[in-house]
């Protein structure tokens, strides 16, 4: 069993920067079969567990001085793609609790049923497809109550299709409620790997741009 994800979230030490963090500003990592490093962003899998903060700079930092060799304590492979895996993980993670809240009820697709939530106040997330229209997405960014409502522009049309099983989901809308809060955090841990700010799709930028 691994005593590690039994615990509560706790501080742990970026491996990158020596500075402890809360895991919730971390990545796992642990060294599977054959000593390749396996990215556990659940905090389940067995075994010696070594973080990296959740930013894809300080990762690749990581892997180009061999730092997780010596968290290990042994030789290590690192997947050359590694910070891809994660980012595709994260996105895999923000997506699946999206499906959820869709199979609770909770979220709905559509332009007039997300505007319909949002006008009943009922919205906590607005997603916008990446290559949505920015005159659908203004319409609809009226309705959404500063202060309440997180609007999300991560996931193209194509992603969104895979979250709720249909196709052409332009635009999305999820009900206040723990799953909304818990999609809400998951979405700021991909923003805060890759260093992006969320806005209207034309908009989407790096933070150090």
Do not use: Y
Not at 21 to 45: M, T, Y
Not at 177 to 203: H, M, Q, Y
């Amino acid at each position: 069993m691994n005593e590690e994800a039994d615990q509560p979230l706790a501080d742990r030490m970026c491996i990158v920067t020596r500075t402890v963090k809360d895991e919730a500003e971390l990545i796992r990592f642990v060294r599977g079969p054959g000593g390749v490093v396996v990215p556990d962003l659940a905090r389940k899998l067995p075994g010696r567990g070594v973080w990296v903060s959740l930013d894809r700079r300080l990762l690749d930092e990581a892997i180009r001085k061999r730092l997780f060799a010596r968290g290990f304590q042994a030789e290590t492979t690192i997947p050359p793609d590694l910070a891809d895996i994660v980012s595709k993980l994260l996105r895999q993670q923000a997506l699946s609790l999206l499906s959820l809240a869709k199979k609770a009820g909770e979220a709905v697709s559509g332009f007039m049923k997300v505007e319909d939530m949002l006008g009943r106040g009922r919205a906590r997330l607005l997603f916008h497809g990446t290559d949505a229209k920015p005159d659908g997405c203004r319409k609809l960014d009226k309705l959404a109550q500063p202060g309440a409502v997180e609007k999300i522009v991560l996931f193209d049309i194509d992603e969104l299709d895979l979250a709720f099983g249909r196709p052409n989901v332009v635009h999305a809308a999820v009900a206040k409620g723990g799953l909304a809060e818990k999609l809400s955090a998951a979405v700021r841990r991909i923003e805060t790997f890759e260093g992006l700010v969320s806005g209207p799709p034309e908009d989407l930028k790096r933070k150090d741009d």
